[in-house]
């Protein structure tokens, strides 16, 4: 099973609102991304967060880490209708030969004009 | 820099045969890997590699074999393809240098087996 769950799996909002999405992972982990993926494109890297970090921002990203709970957070603050996008955590942990790199099933925003 | 970039962008196999999906990049990053993206789903990692001569599993590893023969070059093929590998197949390669961790996305290939 994948590392990584969203929720919710789909979010619906007006423009200028924000928008939250959280991420629960299973493992220890060494790191905590963000991805960003138009319809049908591939995936474009929007953040990072350490196990040893709590919160991070870039622009309207803030995101959140609770490594006591397995979670993350990703808040998109006053968000555009060219924020609608499919947006994945992936959790980098130790595989076999090095670290790996999972994804979630993602959450599906919309973001209405 | 062309990235990553992915051949063919699109294949319609029939059950059985076999074929190679071929990746590279020009980043000289170490690290690569394969996903696959089923409709609506998230991605899931196939295999990957942190360095020439050096693979590994990830979550469905079955039915495709990898190589990694040059920093540059990361092919997977499907050994006897059948339908349930319709998807669309992502590679990837990793920058880890310098206290970054960024993964860099080809355009991806979209697999029909019939």
């Known amino acids: 099973s994948q590392q990584g769950e969203e929720d919710p799996q789909a979010l619906s909002i007006q423009e200028g609102e924000n928008a939250t999405m959280n991420c629960s992972y299973k493992?220890?982990?060494?790191?905590l991304q963000w991805y960003r993926q138009n319809s049908g494109r591939g995936l474009v890297h929007l953040i990072l967060?350490?196990?040893?970090?709590r919160e991070k921002h870039s622009g309207r990203l803030r995101v959140t880490l609770d490594t006591s709970k397995k979670s993350s957070s990703l808040l998109i603050t006053a968000s555009r209708a060219a924020d609608t996008a499919s947006y994945f955590c992936?959790?980098?942990?130790?595989?076999?030969?090095?670290?790996?790199?999972?994804f979630g099933e993602g959450t599906q925003l919309t973001v209405n004009p | 820099n062309a990235g990553v970039t992915q051949t063919p962008k699109f294949q319609v196999l029939k059950t059985g045969q076999s074929m190679t999906l071929q990746c590279a990049q020009d980043?000289?990053?170490?690290?690569m890997s394969w996903y696959r993206q089923d409709p609506g789903m998230g991605l899931r990692l196939i295999h990957y590699?942190?360095?020439?001569?050096?693979?590994d599993q990830g979550e469905v590893p079955n039915g495709y074999n990898v190589s990694r023969s040059t920093t540059e070059d990361f092919p997977l093929r499907l050994l006897s393809a059948a339908p349930s590998q319709t998807s669309v197949y992502f590679c990837?390669?990793?920058?880890?240098?310098?206290?970054?961790?960024?993964?860099?996305f080809g355009p991806g290939t979209r697999l029909t087996v019939l």
């Open positions: 990837a390669s990793r920058n880890r240098a310098g206290g970054t961790d960024t993964q860099y």
């Open positions: 493992t220890s982990i060494n790191n």
């Open positions: 967060i350490r196990s040893n970090e």
């Open positions: 992936a959790t980098d942990a130790q595989g076999t030969s090095g670290s790996r790199l999972t």
């Open positions: 980043m000289n990053h170490e690290y």
């Open positions: 590699s942190v360095g020439a001569g050096i693979t």
